[in-house]
């Protein structure tokens, strides 16, 4: 029973392009949204993330859209570097008491060719 | 300025014995989750500690799995007569008492646990 889903195993774009990670869910308890980047052989890193009262969010190149109706979220990175290539996970936790349980996607794999 | 610390980094076990993880949170982190990440799959909850006790082991199963975080020293995941499932990287993440509704959780670097 997946409650967060990214249904691209991986991803390949041109450095300077715009790369477009998405991820649903089906859990409509959750309110609170963040995307994880992982590098080879080290934790997650967290990079962004977004409340359901909101449907966006900007950091410098990384901006998050939310689309509550659809249950669906995305990542964008702009322009996208060499060095953004890693795992990207996308992750939810609900309001209330577990808020602290965060439940992650399987994870895209972005390469970003130079 | 460390991060959360594991250890060790891989772990080889063979059927039937015990898998010991250690986790040290960041300094000023009172709070540890600890993760499982099975091939191919995303993180999965498997339970969260404070200091000297358990607030959460709703994702862990019941058998041969425990945790604990005492007063002094690092969060222990404790596997007894470990299975070839059991295999999987270990992340442990530690968050500050005071960071809000949704504390930003920080993660280690994993314990890769390989069971023959």
């Known amino acids: 029973d997946q409650q967060v889903k990214q249904n691209s195993p991986s991803l390949s774009v041109q450095e300077g392009r715009i790369s477009i990670l998405n991820c649903d869910y089906t859990?409509?308890?959750?309110?609170?949204f963040l995307w994880y980047k992982k590098y080879p052989a080290e934790g997650p890193t967290f990079l962004i993330s977004?409340?359901?009262?909101?449907d966006k969010n900007e950091d410098g190149r990384f901006t998050v859209f939310l689309n509550k109706s659809a249950k669906h979220l995305s990542l964008h990175i702009v322009p996208s570097q060499p060095g953004d290539s890693a795992v990207y996970f996308c992750?939810?936790?609900?309001?209330?008491?577990?808020?602290?349980?965060?439940?992650f996607g399987k994870g895209t794999l972005l390469t970003v060719n130079p | 300025n460390a991060g959360v610390m594991q250890n060790p980094r891989h772990l080889v076990r063979r059927r039937g014995q015990e898998a010991r993880l250690r986790c040290s949170p960041m300094?000023?982190?009172?709070?540890v989750y600890w993760y499982r990440q099975l091939p191919e799959e995303g993180l999965k909850f498997m339970v969260y500690?404070?200091?000297?006790?358990?607030?959460?082991e709703s994702g862990m199963p019941k058998e041969r799995f425990s945790a604990e975080f005492p007063k002094e020293g690092p969060s222990i995941l404790r596997i007894q007569q470990v299975v070839r499932g059991d295999s999987a990287a270990y992340f442990c993440?530690?968050?500050?008492?005071?960071?809000?509704?949704?504390?930003?959780?920080?993660f280690g670097p994993g314990t890769r646990l390989t069971v023959l």
């Open positions: 993440a530690s968050s500050s008492p005071t960071g809000g509704a949704h504390n930003e959780q920080f």
């Open positions: 300094k000023g982190h009172s709070h």
């Open positions: 500690l404070q200091k000297e006790n358990i607030i959460d």
């Open positions: 859990n409509s308890m959750f309110d609170y």
């Open positions: 977004i409340s359901s009262i909101k």
């Open positions: 992750a939810a936790s609900g309001s209330g008491g577990s808020n602290y349980k965060l439940t």
